[in-house]
Nanobody, 123 residues
Framework: QLQLVESGGGLVQPGGSLRLSCVGS????????IGWFRQAPGKEREEVSC????????RYADSVKGRFTISRDNAKNTVYLQMNSLKPEDTAVYYC????????????????WGKGTQVTVSS
């Protein structure tokens, strides 16, 4: 079974940057499209970004376009989320996820989830 572990969260001031990592084990992460999601207190979970199996296709929520960049290094079984110009409204627990079927398109049938990493943007 694919297992996902997020890291890189923390406390950062508005305007700062963080890079989140999602490391996979159990199966090659390169078999899966990977999505980053976030959930803030009292809000529904939302997709932040997603990257295709080979990384040739990416998409972003409107709220993070131009500030966040998703990338992957399949040799390292890792997907990254570079977050720049962070705002207080980016505060949330960030999760990475993969579909239940290999090579499924971004965001379709997400079945494997990490436990999340907390990102707090505050002065």
């Amino acid at each position: 079974q694919l297992q996902l572990v997020e890291s890189g969260g923390g406390l950062v001031q508005p305007g700062g940057s963080l890079r989140l990592s999602c490391v996979g084990s159990g199966f090659p992460l390169g078999w899966y499209s990977i999505g980053w999601f976030r959930q803030a207190p009292g809000k529904e979970r939302e997709e932040v970004s997603c990257i295709s199996v080979r990384g040739g296709s990416t998409r972003y929520a409107d709220s993070v376009k131009g500030r966040f960049t998703i990338s992957r290094d399949n040799a390292k079984n890792t997907v990254y989320l570079q977050m720049n110009s962070l705002k207080p409204e980016d505060t949330a627990v960030y999760y990475c996820a993969a579909p239940g079927q290999t090579s499924a398109p971004c965001g379709v049938g997400m079945a494997y989830w990490g436990k999340g990493t907390q990102v707090t943007v505050s002065s």
